[in-house]
């Protein structure tokens, strides 16, 4: 290659990267000790860091609404526990307002750049309250998440599957903001909560200044059953398991299982874009992604290296079946080049 073709290159690389730079993202996340909060604010870090683009987080989001702004073309960028577009499809639960017709032209326009787990349901009760297990729960308070949203369904849906009761007739259900999630686990306004885990927990460790607690896995025969099997076709929930020793939790919290596992739903998702973003920026960010997950993601939090980022296994990441989503044209050229095998279902 001739000295001045070489200048030439290297001249066309710093335009583009330049051009990138100047390019500002929004985003929309959870709370930034999250897995869904910490990977979109990793995402801002690894494209600010390879001069792709500068993306201005909020956190804290609904991701109800987050999704769907992102279909509307509001915001570029947003945590999705699949969950969400599926019921966004088909215009019911939080998007009943919508409508089948137009929940499915807006479902129509979201895109993955990569998946990852967001967090796995669980039960978990201070020892002071005398909680035998999901035995125990009939006629007890418990705090099951935001007032509206995935993690709320989900936290309904998992106590039914392990007792047969429903809020409001075998137990009463309070539901408070992320933010003030810990506060609601210290000040004695529920006897347990059913919440989204990661492991070790950020809330579950912050909590523990109030007492010791016990973290609850769903029962063997329940989750090798046929209800929860069903739960577990649910899109945007997988089966998980995982060793109680590898759980990550220290002097304050007891695991509560039959056989040493941990078990219970998983809740996977995706960091989203709209179809109409530019091809090479979404391959840019995903392959920007690619490269940092052990540099960036996995270095934010304790949690981040077992929450699956990078995987593209479907049993896993639950892509393809009843998940309307696909990826991004451009997320599949980086994932591709980057030497990994995408199904055609996923594209």
Known sequence: ???????????????????????????????????????????????????????????????????????????????????????????????????????????????????????????????????????????????????????????????????????????????????????????????????????????????LASGNMTVFSMPKDVYEGEAFAKVANIPGTVKFSMPVADMGYGDGVTIKSEDDTYRGPGTVGADIVNVNLDFDMAKSLTAAFIKSIESIYHAKAPFMAVTWHGETDTEITDMCGPNPLKYHPGAVAAWEEAGYTLPDCAK
Not at 17 to 41: D, V, W
Not at 51 to 64: C, E, K, N, Y
Not at 70 to 75: H, I
Not at 78 to 84: D, K, R
């Open 1 to 207: 290659m001739s000295k001045r073709l070489m200048i030439g290159l290297a001249g066309a690389l710093c335009l583009a990267a330049s051009a990138h730079a100047q390019t500002i993202l929004t985003a929309e996340t959870a709370a930034p000790n999250t897995t869904p909060g910490i990977s979109i604010i990793s995402l801002s870090e690894a494209a600010a860091k390879a001069g792709i683009a500068d993306i201005q987080v909020t956190s804290g989001q609904t991701l109800t609404n987050s999704v769907q702004n992102v279909a509307e073309g509001k915001t570029d960028i947003a945590a999705a526990p699949f969950i969400l577009p599926f019921l966004l499809s088909r215009g019911v639960g939080p998007y009943a307002g919508l409508g089948a017709e137009k929940g499915g032209e807006l479902a129509g326009n979201l895109a993955v750049l990569y998946t990852y787990r967001i967090s796995v349901q669980g039960l978990i009760a201070y020892d002071s309250a005398n909680i035998s297990g999901w035995g125990g729960l009939e006629g007890k308070t418990i705090y099951n998440g935001p007032p509206r949203g995935a993690a709320l369904t989900n936290a309904r849906l998992l106590i039914k599957t392990n007792t047969g009761l429903e809020e409001g007739k075998g137990y009463s259900g309070v539901q408070v903001n992320w933010g003030q999630a810990v506060k609601t686990m210290q000040d004695g306004s529920a006897d347990a909560f059913v919440l989204p885990m990661s492991f070790p927990d950020p809330r579950v460790s912050a909590a």
